[in-house]
Structures are given as C-alpha cells and as structure tokens.
C-alpha cells in the first residue's frame, strides 16, 4: 500500500501554529477556555471517556455529562471563594471524578494541580505547600496521606467520613449544572506541574494556556490520533505525560479516552485493548518490555489490533520495536519530551520520514532543536552536547522558566534540556544519556533528592546516596548507598524497613529495590555527592 503521508520536511517547513490555532473556539489572543475547547465544542453525546475502577466495574461518560458536571464543580468552586489564577488540585485514581475535578477547575479559571495516587505524604505535602492550592479533591483510599499537611486547604473527598471535609457528590449535587466559562489568556496559567531536580526540593512549573496548539500537534503529528481511533495512553494523569495526553490531547481532539484503575497486567491489558478495540497506544518502554517477557501471551491476545504505538519516558530499545512490528504488525515509535516543554522531539507517525531505530527522531514542527556545550554553543553534527530549544525559533515553545525564578532558565536564546543528545548526518537525534542524574524508572522520574532526603528521616541513617541502576525490564532501579549511624548494624531486616520507609513517605515508584551500606559516600571537595562514581558502583 503507498505511504500517502505528507513529507516530514516540506512539511516541517511550511508549517505554521496559526493553522492550529484557528480550529480553536475561543482566541488567544482575545481570550479562551480549556474546558471549552476539550468538552463544550464537542457532541453533547459523543462519547468523551471509557473507563474501569480498581474493582472492575465499567462505564462511560459523555461531553454532556462532563460538562454538567465540571458546570457544578465549577459553581462549587466559585462559592468557596477560588478566584482565577487560584491553584486547585487532584488527588485521585482515574475515574469520571478526576474528569470533573480537571476541567471544572479550568472551566472556572483556576488552575489544575495533579498529585500522583502513588505520592506519599511528604511528596503530597511538599506539593501543596509549594503551589499554595486553595483546594484538594481526594477519596476515601488516599485521604489518609492529606493528615499530616499542615496549612492544609479545603479538602473535598468522595464519600467523606471526615466531618470537616465536603462531601464530593453532596457538594456537586447542590450546585447549578450550568456555568460560563472564564476566558482566559495565551499566557496565563492552566497548569501547575512540578518536577525533582537533584539539589532541591521539586521545581515548580507553570503552563500556559498557549501549550494547547502544542498538545493539539503532537496528538495529531506524533501520535497520528484519527477521529475513527480508539485511543488508550496507560500513563497515570498523575504525571505530564498522562495529563497532557491522556486526558487534554485526545479530549481537545475530540476523541474519547480510556482511563484503567488500578496496576498494569499484561492480562488486563491485553483485555482492554479487546474490549475496546484499541487501534492507537500509548505509553511507557517498561509495558512494551514486559510484553516481550511474557513470550506468546501478548501476540496471540491482540495481534492485528493496533494501528499504531508510542513510547515515551525512557529511551526505547530497538528490540522493542522490531519485536512490536514482527509480532503484532505494528509500528511502535520512540518519542521525547519533559515536563517543562511537553514533547518536540520524535518518531512521527503521521510524517514520513526516515526511522533510525535508537534514535528520539526528529523536531515536531513548531519546535527548533540544537545541540550545544555547556555554554550554548552548537557543536558538530556527530559530536555529544546538551539538548538545547532554539526558543526565538520554536514557535510551539510554551515554558517561561521555573516557578518563582522565569525568565533565568536559559544560555543565550536555548532553553538546556540536561539531555546529552547526538545530531545524526540524517537530521535525528539520537539520546546519549542524562546530563544530571534524575532517575528514569518504569517511566517515572524520580529526583535523588527526594529519596535521598527520605532516607535521611530514618533515625539509622547518617548520609545516603541514591542513583539509577540499569534493570532490563524497568530501564532503571533506584539504589541507595547509606552510611549508618554509630552503634547502627548492617542487615536485611533493617534494608527492608528503610525500604518500607521511603515506600510509605515518598511513593511506590520511588523506594530503593537495591540499598548496599558503605563506610563513606564519594564526595567533591565542596562536599557534593559524587553520583557519578555511585552509578560507577552500581
């Protein structure tokens, strides 16, 4: 069959966000709303999401459902005094809940705030105190966590047992389930994301009402989304790329998403992309990799489902991707992105042009991308440097800096992803490795910092380490070393409890599987961790 795609870099060329920018309902330059865009212009009974709670009972929800309710959390919101511009956020599993909870928020203005269902308290905690939200929506299951917040804001739960909470469905049930959306601009806040660094605490990032072209293009260029598919990405909204393309891209496109409570397994998995005939997925290496590790399970359940899939997270090992096209005839491709400017760099799907298997792809049109040194500088074609975005250039470019410190982000005109990356003679890029030492885990990342900090809470802990160790099927694990206090002893029992310690605090993604307890930790003259040398170890 002849590849009728258009041409990547005619393409490319000839692009401009103006083009996407008018399909909107409202303008960005006289104002708009998320909410609008992603529920309002759409069929009132068209299908807006699938989805399946932890016990297994399933439903579906309209656009017309949806706004009725983001309508009444809307009005909820408003009576309890969140103005535009105020920050509220979600804690709950994916459900026609968070739905609500997301776009209600922005229908009113405000600005949403995901926290990770995985989060524990400290990471909750450290979230909300750094994003000053005025309310957290939450159930009976993750309530707990919310106890030791201090300041805490309103606390909204589904069937509360708390009397000083609201009750989530006796809170919406008296309000109006009509409400005028508030316009807002390109450059006001519609999200607060937040992300780990390695010497501090998680680092704020405000996004703008302008990265919507952004989400639009790469759903349409990357993903390939097609109004006759049926789209899953299984990334958790807890974390961008869940959020951006979960639950914003395919709406905003006017597809249905389908949200799955509850762990990965590969035989829900397989059952879902059945039941719901999947032809467009989504999601992180370490579901593709555990696909191969199960033998024939996979291949034999939905061989000839799949139009097409995509990875994101982590580097995607060529293996992978030619076991995707042998076993279920199915393109699977690499794509690159981060919190703070969404993805821009990729294998596209709906763009024709060369793919090197290995490497993140090509610039999303709209996006500029260099490599550079340290001091912004390009280097040769074939030589390493840091991922840089040319910003004057790209014109999809949303991220203004950091919460609290905009605009002091940037060497010259480049945004420095910290990715040391390669510029191929055929124009990809290919990913070399981290440039800091931020944790790719499972498709999760995961700050040292914030491990590390945890660890250091336990009374037998004097000084800890933590780096990414590479693991086959997870990408990474986290490994701690940690120097005991005096009078502490080395043991199984005690590894296994610092373990629970970080699970329980920080998050089931983030606990160290591995701890080896050392005399000293390597360490600069200045007395920084020499990570480095740790990973060397590992």
Same mark, same amino acid.
């Given at each position: 069959?002849?590849?009728?795609?258009?041409?990547?870099?005619?393409?490319?060329?000839?692009?401009?966000?103006?083009?996407?920018?008018?399909?909107?309902?409202?303008?960005?330059?006289?104002? !708009?709303?998320?909410?609008?865009? $992603?529920?309002?212009?759409?069929?009132?009974?068209?299908?807006?999401? %699938?989805?399946?709670?932890?016990?297994?009972?399933?439903?579906?929800?309209?656009? &017309?459902?949806?706004?009725?309710?983001?309508?009444?959390?809307?009005?909820? !919101?408003?009576?309890?005094?969140?103005?535009?511009?105020?920050?509220?956020?979600?804690?709950?599993?994916?459900?026609?809940?968070?739905?609500?909870?997301?776009?209600?928020?922005?229908?009113?203005?405000?600005?949403?705030?995901?926290?990770?269902?995985?989060?524990?308290?400290?990471?909750?905690?450290?979230?909300?105190?750094?994003?000053?939200?005025?309310?957290?929506?939450?159930?009976?299951?993750?309530?707990?966590?919310?106890?030791?917040?201090?300041?805490?804001?309103?606390?909204?739960?589904?069937?509360?047992?708390?009397?000083?909470?609201?009750?989530?469905?006796?809170?919406?049930?008296?309000?109006?389930?009509?409400?005028?959306?508030?316009?807002?601009?390109?450059?006001?806040?519609?999200?607060?994301?937040?992300?780990?660094?390695?010497?501090?605490?998680?680092? /704020?990032?405000?996004?703008?009402?302008?990265?919507?072209?952004?989400?639009?293009?790469?759903?349409?260029? /990357?993903?390939?989304?097609?109004?006759?598919?049926?789209?899953?990405?299984?990334?958790?909204?807890?974390?961008?790329?869940?959020?951006?393309?979960?639950?914003?891209?395919?709406?905003?496109? /006017?597809?249905?998403?389908? +949200?799955?409570?509850?762990?990965?397994?590969?035989?829900?998995?397989?059952?879902?992309?059945?039941?719901?005939?999947?032809?467009?997925?989504?999601?992180?290496?370490?579901?593709?990799?555990?696909?191969?590790?199960? *033998?024939?399970?996979?291949?034999?359940?939905? %061989?000839?489902? +799949?139009?097409?899939?995509?990875?994101?997270?982590?580097?995607?090992?060529?293996?992978?991707?030619?076991?995707?096209?042998?076993?279920?005839? $199915?393109?699977?491709?690499?794509?690159? *992105?981060?919190?703070?400017?969404?993805?821009?760099? !990729?294998?596209?799907?709906?763009?024709?042009?060369?793919?090197?298997?290995?490497?993140?792809?090509?610039?999303?049109?709209?996006?500029?991308?260099?490599?550079?040194?340290?001091?912004?500088?390009?280097?040769?074609?074939?030589?390493?440097?840091? +991922?840089?975005?040319?910003?004057?250039?790209?014109?999809?470019?949303?991220?203004?800096?950091?919460?609290?410190?905009?605009?002091?982000?940037?060497?010259?005109?480049?945004?420095?992803? &910290?990715?040391?990356?390669?510029?191929?003679?055929?124009?990809?890029?290919?990913?070399? &490795?981290?440039?800091?030492?931020?944790?790719?885990?499972?498709?999760?990342?995961?700050?040292?910092?914030?491990?590390?900090? $945890?660890?250091?809470?336990?009374?037998?802990?004097?000084?800890?380490?933590?780096?990414?160790?590479?693991?086959?099927?997870?990408?990474?694990?986290?490994?701690?070393?940690?120097?005991?206090?005096?009078?502490?002893?080395?043991?199984?029992?005690?590894?296994?409890?610092? %373990?629970?310690?970080?699970?329980?605090?920080?998050? *089931?993604?983030?606990?160290?599987?591995?701890?080896?307890?050392?005399?000293?930790?390597?360490?600069?003259?200045?007395?920084?961790?020499?990570?480095?040398?740790?990973?060397?170890?590992?």
């Amino acid at each position: 069959m002849a590849d009728t795609r258009p041409d990547y870099e005619a393409f490319y060329n000839a692009f401009k966000p103006a083009d996407l920018s008018a399909e909107f309902d409202g303008s960005f330059t006289t104002g !708009l709303n998320t909410c609008t865009e $992603c529920v309002d212009r759409h069929p009132a009974n068209a299908i807006a999401a %699938r989805y399946e709670r932890a016990d297994g009972t399933a439903d579906e929800m309209t656009f &017309g459902e949806l706004k009725e309710s983001t309508s009444r959390f809307a009005n909820l !919101l408003t009576s309890h005094g969140v103005l535009p511009g105020d920050r509220v956020a979600a804690l709950l599993p994916r459900g026609p809940e968070l739905l609500t909870v997301i776009f209600g928020a922005l229908r009113a203005g405000a600005v949403y705030q995901p926290l990770f269902t995985a989060f524990g308290p400290k990471a909750i905690a450290q979230r909300l105190g750094g994003s000053h939200a005025k309310v957290v929506v939450t159930d009976a299951t993750n309530r707990p966590k919310l106890n030791d917040v201090e300041n805490s804001p309103l606390i909204v739960t589904i069937d509360a047992s708390d009397e000083d909470d609201l009750d989530f469905a006796a809170a919406l049930g008296g309000q109006s389930n009509t409400f005028d959306a508030v316009l807002r601009q390109a450059e006001d806040q519609m999200l607060m994301m937040f992300t780990s660094g390695t010497t501090g605490p998680p680092k /704020g990032v405000a996004v703008p009402h302008a990265a919507l072209p952004s989400f639009l293009a790469y759903m349409r260029y /990357g993903i390939d989304l097609q109004p006759a598919d049926s789209f899953w990405n299984i990334a958790d909204p807890g974390w961008a790329y869940g959020l951006y393309y979960a639950v914003i891209g395919p709406l905003i496109s /006017g597809n249905a998403t389908i +949200l799955i409570d509850g762990a990965f397994s590969l035989e829900r998995t397989c059952d879902v992309v059945r039941k719901y005939n999947v032809t467009n997925f989504a999601g992180a290496p370490t579901a593709y990799r555990m696909m191969i590790a199960d *033998g024939e399970t996979v291949p034999d359940a939905i %061989r000839g489902r +799949l139009r097409v899939a995509s990875s994101a997270g982590e580097p995607l090992n060529p293996e992978v991707m030619r076991w995707f096209d042998e076993k279920l005839n $199915c393109p699977l491709h690499d794509h690159y *992105g981060q919190t703070e400017v969404a993805m821009m760099l !990729l294998n596209h799907h709906a763009l024709k042009h060369p793919i090197r298997p290995g490497s993140a792809g090509f610039p999303m049109p709209g996006w500029s991308l260099a490599v550079v040194n340290d001091d912004g500088v390009e280097v040769a074609d074939g030589e390493q440097g840091v +991922l840089a975005i040319h910003r004057s250039k790209s014109l999809l470019m949303f991220f203004a800096g950091y919460e609290g410190r905009e605009g002091q982000d940037w060497v010259g005109d480049y945004y420095l992803t &910290g990715d040391s990356v390669e510029k191929n003679d055929d124009g990809s890029y290919s990913f070399v &490795g981290r440039n800091d030492d931020l944790i790719s885990t499972a498709g999760y990342r995961v700050g040292p910092f914030d491990v590390e900090s $945890c660890l250091l809470e336990h009374e037998a802990v004097l000084e800890s380490g933590v780096v990414g160790k590479p693991d086959a099927e997870r990408g990474h694990i986290v490994k701690a070393f940690i120097v005991l206090h005096g009078g502490q002893n080395a043991s199984d029992e005690l590894s296994e409890e610092l %373990r629970l310690h970080v699970r329980t605090r920080l998050g *089931g993604h983030a606990y160290p599987r591995e701890i080896a307890f050392v005399s000293e930790l390597p360490k600069t003259p200045s007395g920084k961790i020499q990570r480095f040398m740790l990973r060397d170890q590992a």
